[in-house]
């Protein structure tokens, strides 16, 4: 098992709808858990983190992070076309592990 | 503020050529990240620094790589001799602090690397 899976997309969803993007892994010492944003041909840019478990909420943005099911999930509500992007999940205890990213695509 | 600045932002190269990647970190960050992004594998971390002294650098793939930050606004990550599965993108990143969590790390775009 790899020690962080996510579903590369892509995904499409119409303006304004509620995106849910995901992350398993497989490392109960995982203590940071984050979310960064890629757009095509620009470098990630962190969107946001959390420690331990709980929720975070910024915005249209919410983070959750389930411990003792090893996942970690992003919503955006109220979902805009300037979103598509790909999205990253990374966690990390002494080193920062990355997904490989899901891509994407708010339609118009 | 200017951000990470890479260069150069694109490289084709034949194999067998040597290849020297460029970073400018944040000035003032104390943490510099060298990584490696492609389809198959994603986004891998090869090296990083703290105040310019190398940190880990288990994830640089071969002695064909090495890295360099001689000063603590410059960084080099060169690949001697250049092989065709080499070809990525290779990022640059600082912080402040850390490697994640509460101490962002901030991209370069990217150097994009062709080997034929």
């Known amino acids: 098992q790899k020690e962080v899976e996510q579903d590369p997309g892509p995904l499409s969803v119409p303006e304004g709808a509620i995106v849910s993007l995901n992350c398993t892994y497989s490392n109960s010492a995982f203590q940071y858990f984050m979310w960064y944003r890629q757009y095509s041909r620009k470098g990630p840019e962190l969107l946001m983190y959390?420690?331990?478990?709980g929720n975070k909420e910024d915005g249209r943005f919410t983070a959750q992070v389930d411990k003792s099911s090893k996942y970690i999930s992003l919503f955006i509500r109220d979902s805009q076309p300037s979103d598509s992007a790909t999205y990253l999940c990374?966690?990390?205890?002494?080193?920062?592990?990355f997904g490989k990213g899901t891509r994407l695509h708010i339609l118009p | 503020d200017a951000g990470v600045i890479q260069s150069p932002r694109h490289e084709v190269t034949e194999m067998g050529q040597e290849v020297t990647l460029r970073c400018k970190p944040i000035?003032?960050?104390?943490?510099l990240f060298w990584y490696r992004q492609t389809m198959m594998r994603g986004l891998e971390l090869l090296i990083y620094?703290?105040?310019?002294?190398?940190?880990?650098d288990s994830g640089m793939p071969e002695d064909r790589f090495s890295a360099k930050m001689p000063n603590a606004s410059f960084s080099t990550l060169k690949i001697q001799p250049s092989e065709p599965r080499d070809s990525a993108v290779y990022f640059c990143?600082?912080?402040?602090?850390?490697?994640?969590?509460?101490?962002?790390?901030?991209f370069g775009d990217g150097t994009r690397l062709s080997i034929l």
């Open positions: 000035s003032g960050h104390d943490y």
């Open positions: 959390t420690y331990s478990s």
């Open positions: 990143a600082s912080s402040l602090g850390g490697q994640g969590g509460n101490q962002p790390q901030h």
């Open positions: 990374a966690m990390r205890d002494d080193k920062i592990i």
């Open positions: 620094f703290n105040n310019n002294v190398p940190i880990d």
